[in-house]
């Protein structure tokens, strides 16, 4: 059974830092994408940031409205994928998820793509 589970969530004032993890179990990890998706009240769930699989290249993508503030890694051994967001705005208030697919590089930004998710964690920013 796969598994996707979110942490470090929470509430951080207008340009501070915070750091989400992403643990995952019952897939095999090095075969996979990671994701960071986010949803905020009444907008479409957006993508963030992916780390690609190893077999594809490995590199890293971000959103152009989160690029040069957060980074998205991963750790391989411990299964788990990491996104440190810093100087963070109010836009960046929504429930953070993460999610894992085997799509084409091309398609890896699509939500469509990704088959299994996490519950999500609440990210605030707020004075």
């Known amino acids: 059974q796969v598994q996707l589970a979110e942490s470090g969530g929470g509430l951080v004032q207008p340009g501070g830092s915070l750091s989400l993890s992403c643990a995952a179990s019952g897939l095999t990890f090095l075969n996979y994408h990671i994701a960071w998706f986010r949803q905020a009240p009444g907008k479409e769930r957006e993508f963030v940031a992916v780390?690609?699989?190893?077999?594809?290249?490995?590199?890293?993508y971000y959103a152009d409205s989160v690029k040069g503030r957060f980074t998205v890694s991963r750790d391989n051994g411990k299964r788990m994928v990491f996104l440190q967001m810093n100087s963070l705005q109010p836009d960046d208030t929504a429930v953070y998820y993460c999610a894992s697919s085997q799509a084409a590089l091309s398609a890896i930004r699509q939500t469509t793509m990704y088959y299994y998710w996490g519950q999500g964690t609440q990210v605030t920013v707020s004075s």
């Open positions: 780390t690609a699989r190893p077999g594809s290249g490995g590199a890293n």
